[in-house]
């Protein structure tokens, strides 16, 4: 791979790095350079010629102001240490800002997906430099240095192939001043009329950054909370991009920020109306970073990729190109662009998983499995003895189930129901179909609580049979229809050793015919030599590896799953291409059904406003986050945040 030359700007850049990090390594004691960090800024500077000073960034032309290090507390050292950090790794970015000499694209007018599929041009299929490929690091990419490459890594990327495909999570619209959409996150570009730190809450403790910003609408009041240092950046006179939310402070119209980022004046993609992409990010990779940095892997490799589906499949389909669909999925022209695009894309990737799916369905069926034809004695006695009726999506499941298992070919079925369908009374008749036939069977669960909350629900399904026995995590049925009592056992990860051992010995002397369990029962040594069904509760939350291994055990069983997550059907077709699929979709009666509803990001005001006025008529509303705090690696929502929010 080619290595891109040292210039004295960057080796500059470089020993500044190393200094600021030797200070937070030592505690911020201005000790890490001899005569102190204000000393060393003043020499790192005035050693810059003109035109390196002319190549610096606006953040880091403003970190090289600071003076008063030696006055700062500990704590605001720190914080200056991170900016500073920061701001370097704006400058790797900026360093080679202009892209390759490859042309541009137009602006195109707006159009609908089959208008945009006929104009597109053809794919270019430039050759690419000599060793390098979609497979090369991102450091051959301009702007990306080492320091950068491995923030990249933390978000995946891991090379250039990762930065074309690093799609944006939403867009912004930018919108005039005039016409700020009430409380939705948008986007304004303007120039700064006036900029200055605002002291807030008791005795001025809390300093944010207060700028007045205008474009050819009007002006308005913008504030970054709690981020003084903004102040030493914005200058007036500077052009800029800001994203936020539009609102009320102190009874004044306010934009909040949560961004910013500097453009120069001739830049024409951030017109009123255009849509502004935002990345999945991490610590040290602000937003105007990470545009950047795509734009310059898109305008340099765009033109080189070649597309894996043919012409004549895409003008069936009217897909666009896949050089079009990724320019105009980063950087879509106009709503309808940006829905090209992303039917483009997302066609591909169900593509992609269909054809690995059906690979996967056809290598699982290329073993034979055993017949296990259905024992009508023994599904009449246990459907006789429930204590209720079965529902006709319960009985119309089973059929199906039971017709898979009849057969040599292994099944692999997704039975999908809420909680509380009777999805557990289907896979217990399958397992006791498959011990009435000699065999063993197991179901999976991916907690313990799970495991043993179908172990209680077996016991209770089939009370009237059970045969009292003084033996814990065991139950001994009795049916009519067997020639022989049958033993359902539960195995779980925390058990002792003395516990697993013995049901582990049960298991290879065929003394356990269902087993109930967790991830224990793939576990190396654990052996079901007679394993004809496997039953897995909660199929998406197991990896393939894992149900891959509960389906290498004994023989090839058939293999049902079970889930509880409401998938529409074409799109559990698409997840779960390599199953078949039942729904159970109808409840016992008495049961009252639930209501779905999905919201997009810029709609979560209109939810919060659902959840206080349910909570104001006295009911109540639950709020579930991945997160209790905040994370600097996770682009998610954290418990303390939302709390602070809906108070």
Known sequence: MTQKAADPISMRMAAFRSALQLEAKRGYDNRAIVGGMDRFLDRWRSDLTDDELQELSTSLTATLTQRKYDSLSTEQRERWVHEALTALDDQEAFNDTRPESVEQPSPKPRTSRSQAVRQAKPVSTKSSPEGLSLDSAPTVIKGVGPGMAVKLEALGI???????????????????????PQGEETAIVGSVWDVGVLRMGKGGALQSTEAVLGDETGNIRVLWFNQQYVARYVRPGNRLLVNGYFRGFRGKPTFEANGYELVPDNEDRLAPGSLLPVYPATKGMPQRTLRRVITNALVAWLPRLSDHLPEEMRERQTLLDVTSALRGYHQPDSPESKASARYRLAFDEMFIRQIFM????????????????????VMQEFVAALPFTLTKAQSRTLKEVLADIAGIVPARRLVEGEVGSGKTVVALAAMLNAVAHGHQAAIMAPTEILAQQHFQTISSLLDGMTRPINEPNHLVIEMDSMSKPLTVGLMLGSHTKRQKDDMKRRMEEHAVDILVGTHALIQGDVDIPDLALAVVDEEHRFG?????ALGGKGRRPHLISMSATPIP????????????????????????????????????????????????????AFVVCPLIDESDSLQTSAAVEEHRKLS
């Open 544 to 548: 393939v590896a894992q149900r891959g």
């Open 569 to 620: 059907r074409s799109l559990a077709l698409t997840v779960y291409g390599d199953m078949d699929i039942s729904i159970i979709d109808e409840l016992p009666p008495g049961r009252s059904p639930s209501q779905t509803k999905w919201l997009r990001p810029d709609q979560r005001e209109r939810a919060n406003r659902f959840i206080r006025k349910e909570v104001a008529a006295g009911h109540q």
């Open 358 to 377: 059906l690979s996967r369905k056809h290598e699982w069926q290329a073993v034979r499995a055993l017949k296990l034809t259905t024992v009508k004695a």
């Open 158 to 180: 891991r090379d250039i192939r990762g930065l074309l495909y690093h799609y944006p999570s939403r867009h912004l619209a930018v919108s005039q001043i005039a016409n700020l």
